[in-house]
């Protein structure tokens, strides 16, 4: 096992107190959007104890059978298939979707062919992975998620129209609402998705009239936590407008679920999911890759046909994820994805209950632990590892099984690994 030492992004949405809050440590005064874990060549995660120049990609290229085992690396290659992260948002992330794999081997094969620089702002495709994703809320967390239901969004565009009456930014609300009445779903979504997002002056003035329309004639849309589904969206338009004005994403927000989670709720975002996360703490985990198409609320290149052509245009709800329960008692967040599974690890000690029984770390290849809350002892057939609050350590797949002693304060840590099950911590 190794104690990792992790690398903070200071992406210019984070906020600058959460993660350090959750974790124990000193603010640095700068955003801190992410921690990541892991062993992505972008931030690699570093054994503490290693030596200089190990990280733990180079860690497990060294030795990729013991790192991940046999099975992983005929599902996913010699590297490890995931990367976790604390992710803390202080105002909204780009409107973005991400590409299925065969799209992301092609898409990147192609730049490569044509010589884009990995840096180029507008590369699309910075490696040939996909990026299915889930997010835990920590705090309560906003997001936009998927489209919703195509008779609520044409609903949205015919009130927004009317409280913009007599205004020329009407005739694009009043556009928009006439081509979600389409009656087929998939032609409707998409066709009035790309009047916004290919629009011009006129969907640019749209949006910031559409704003001030609803601070004056709308006060109830702008409550902070309006109760009926309506004003919450007219409320999100108000809101990304003030942080990114003119932008399309802002009027694309009312075609998409508005998803408020409670503390211990997840939610999955599968290949094509339009999404942006507005606000929030969360774990975050996802296939290790950073291929995003933009769809709006940036000021980063937008590729309009690929992203046309990678998002999925059908309202399927909100993809979210209720914990399974092992036949080990253990806690277990399963998305339709075989790179990863999450398991949240949550024990008190109480007067009733002053030695709790340890926790099997669920473990099918490499695992990756994080402890939020407490501390607890990693105890494997190779050796211990004690993780204070703040601590993470890799949990190679030839050291399982691990089992989590909890300590004296209890705790709350995340376990990270593959999807591919059974994954039972009993090796």
Request: hydrophobic content about 45%; some cysteine.
């Amino acid at each position: 096992m190794y104690l990792l030492s992790n690398t903070v992004r200071d992406y210019a949405w984070g906020s600058t107190t959460a993660i350090a809050g959750l974790l124990g440590y000193e603010p640095s005064g700068r955003p801190e959007a992410e921690m990541w874990i892991g062993a992505h060549p972008d931030a690699s995660s570093k054994p503490v104890d290693g030596p200089d120049g190990e990280n733990l990609a180079s860690l497990i290229a060294a030795d990729p059978m013991r790192a991940l085992g046999a099975r992983s690396i005929e599902s996913f290659g010699a590297r490890l298939p995931y990367l976790l992260k604390v992710l803390a948002a202080a105002s909204p992330l780009s409107l973005q979707v991400h590409p299925r794999l065969d799209q992301a081997k092609a898409g990147f094969r192609a730049e490569e062919a044509a010589g884009v620089a990995p840096s180029a702002p507008h590369r699309n495709y910075k490696d040939d992975n996909h990026k299915p994703e889930m997010i835990f809320a920590l705090t309560r967390f906003e997001a936009l998620s998927g489209f919703r239901r195509q008779a609520e969004a044409a609903a949205l565009f015919e009130r927004l129209t009317a409280l913009l009456a007599g205004s020329d930014a009407a005739e694009v609300t009043e556009q928009v609402a006439e081509l979600l009445r389409v009656p087929d779903e998939t032609e409707a979504l998409s066709a009035a998705f790309a009047r916004l997002i290919t629009g011009g002056q006129d969907v640019r003035e749209c949006v910031d009239a559409s704003a001030a329309a609803i601070i004056a004639h709308s006060p109830a849309a702008r409550a902070a936590r309006p109760g009926r589904e309506q004003d919450a969206a007219l409320a999100t338009v108000v809101d990304l407008a003030a942080a990114y004005p003119s932008d399309p994403g802002v009027l694309i927000s009312l075609m998409l679920n508005r998803v408020s989670l409670a503390p211990g709720e997840a939610l999955y975002l599968p290949a094509g999911n339009v999404h942006a996360y507005l606000e929030g703490l969360g774990i975050e985990v996802m296939a290790s890759s950073d291929n995003v198409l933009r769809g709006g609320l940036t000021p980063k290149h937008i590729d309009i046909p690929e992203l046309l052509r990678t998002v999925v245009f059908e309202s399927a709800g909100v993809p979210l994820l209720a914990p399974q329960e092992s036949e080990l008692g253990q806690e277990l967040y399963r998305p339709p994805f075989a790179e990863f599974q999450l398991q949240r690890i949550d024990v008190a000690r109480s007067v009733d209950d002053p030695t709790p029984e340890p926790v099997p770390i669920a473990q099918a290849g490499a695992a990756v632990v994080l402890v939020v809350r407490g501390s607890l002892t990693l105890d494997t057939p190779k050796g211990d590892l004690a993780l204070a609050r703040g601590e993470s350590a890799f949990v190679p797949d030839a050291e399982a099984p691990a089992l989590a002693h909890v300590g004296a304060e209890g705790v709350l840590a995340f376990a990270v690994t593959t999807g591919l099950g059974p994954a039972s911590g009993l090796g």
